[in-house]
């Protein structure tokens, strides 16, 4: 099994609609970090969580993280077509290394 | 707002050929990385360099890859024999410090080996 499964792997929403993307560790989360990556471009850093319950918000988006569960989602309010894109979660590892989980592509229908 | 950036944007080489990737990461960031995508798959680790020495390798990162900060900007991988399976997204990272400082990445550059 992989190390970070991320669900759904896609999702098309309707513009305005709320969403939430998943990503579940196999192993102890210590930081996870979420990025978004447009097609055939570089990773734009997003949010990073590293204490057990802690919730950030960026303008839409806000990332929460369950220690327990080794888990984190990400939740989009009111989606725009500008939130269309793949995003990534990332868990930190030792020497500082990110493995990423596989990604979920979100498509936003105007 | 400073970002990391990396030339070229594509590089098309054959077989067995050297290739240089090339990074300059954010002035003041201290630690670097390279990762690499290869096409519909994952964002793999491939290295990270601190203080002018490899601090962690993967094991995708052997004999035929090596980094160097040949000056006080730029942060290179080279691939010394390149192979069809070469054929990837390249990323480079930097970060300010471990663990509380996050990772920004450049734009990436593609390796096409024919």
């Known amino acids: 099994s992989q190390e970070l499964e991320q669900s759904p792997q896609s999702l098309i929403v309707q513009e305005g609609k709320n969403l939430t993307i998943n990503c579940t560790s196999s192993k102890t989360l210590y930081g996870l970090y979420w990025y978004k990556q447009k097609y055939g471009e570089g990773l734009i850093f997003l949010m990073m969580l590293q204490k057990g319950g802690e919730e950030k918000s960026h303008e839409k988006i806000t990332a929460k993280l369950d220690e327990k569960k080794q888990q984190s989602s990400l939740h989009i309010t009111a989606s725009q077509p500008s939130h269309a894109g793949i995003y990534l979660c990332g868990a930190v590892r030792a020497g500082n290394m990110l493995t990423f989980g596989g990604g979920t592509r979100l498509m936003v229908k105007p | 707002e400073p970002e990391v950036t990396q030339t070229p944007s594509h590089q098309v080489t054959q077989m067995g050929q050297e290739v240089i990737l090339r990074c300059v990461p954010i002035?003041?960031?201290?630690?670097f990385y390279w990762y690499r995508q290869i096409l519909g798959q994952k964002v793999e680790f491939l290295v990270s360099f601190y203080n002018n020495e490899i601090s962690e390798k993967s094991e995708i990162f052997d004999d035929q890859f090596s980094v160097e900060r040949p000056d006080g900007s730029n942060f290179t991988l080279k691939i010394r024999s390149t192979k069809l399976e070469d054929s990837a997204m390249y990323f480079c990272?930097?970060?300010?410090?471990?663990?509380?400082?996050?990772?920004?990445f450049g734009d990436g550059t593609r390796l096409s080996i024919l």
């Open positions: 990272a930097s970060s300010e410090a471990l663990g509380d400082q996050p990772q920004h």
């Open positions: 002035s003041n960031h201290l630690y």
